[in-house]
Each structure stands twice: as structure tokens, then as C-alpha cells.
């Protein structure tokens, strides 16, 4: 089993920046990548970021994120980061944490974010 907690939403102003942490617990030998997701009201769940576990950290973003969110993560503590800068009122939603195995298996509750313009 595998459990996923997301925490660091709020409400923030445009232009304002959040982290966002997803700490995971349980088994967790077999995850070998981390993402982040969102999904606005009315809209389907998009990824928005992930991250390989391995040394080389690779990573990938969204176009509509790329030069504002970082995802990064700390191994030793199960834990992933979204750290999101100059947010924009679309960037509103709620984001979700999630593990892969095979695909993305595992899933946090979400933390909504919301961007006031």
C-alpha cells in the first residue's frame, strides 16, 4: 500500500507563489516516478509536472507551467514538491499527487489552489 498527502494549497494572490508537498508512506519500493496533477472545476485532470526517482532527476512540465512551477523531491524524507511561482488566476484548481508503478496507480486526496485575480 501506498498513501499520498497533499498539503500547501491556499488562496494566494495573482502573481503569488505556493509550494505545494506530497508526503508518501507505506510501500514505496516500487514507485518509480513522481507527478503532479490538477483539475479545475468542470475540467478534466491534467498533468502538470513529474519526476523520475533517480539520480539524474529528470523532469518534466506542462507548457502552461514551464518557467514558473519546480517539482523536485526529497528521497530520504518520501516527499515531492511543487513549488509554484507567478500564479495565474487558470492556474486555479485542485492538485493532486501521484505515484507510478506501472501507470500513475496511487493518488492523493488533492489541495486546491485558488489564484484571485
Known amino acids: 500500500q501506498v498513501q499520498l498527502v497533499e498539503s500547501g494549497g491556499g488562496l494566494v494572490q495573482a502573481g503569488g507563489s505556493l509550494r505545494l508537498s506530497c508526503a508518501a508512506s507505506?510501500?514505496?519500493?516500487?514507485?518509480?516516478?513522481m507527478g503532479w496533477y490538477r483539475q479545475a472545476p468542470g475540467k478534466q485532470r491534467e498533468l502538470v509536472a513529474t519526476?523520475?526517482?533517480?539520480?539524474?532527476?529528470?523532469?518534466w512540465y506542462a507548457d502552461s507551467v514551464k518557467g514558473r512551477f519546480t517539482i523536485s523531491r526529497d528521497h530520504a524524507a518520501n516527499t515531492v514538491y511543487l513549488q509554484m511561482n507567478s500564479l495565474k488566476p487558470e492556474d486555479t484548481a485542485v492538485y493532486y499527487c501521484?505515484?507510478?508503478?506501472?501507470?500513475?496507480?496511487?493518488w492523493g486526496q488533492g489541495t486546491q489552489v485558488t489564484v484571485s485575480s
Open positions: 501521484a505515484a507510478k508503478r506501472v501507470a500513475y496507480d496511487y
Open positions: 507505506g510501500f514505496i519500493s516500487a514507485i518509480n516516478a
Open positions: 519526476i523520475t526517482i533517480t539520480s539524474g532527476r529528470s523532469t
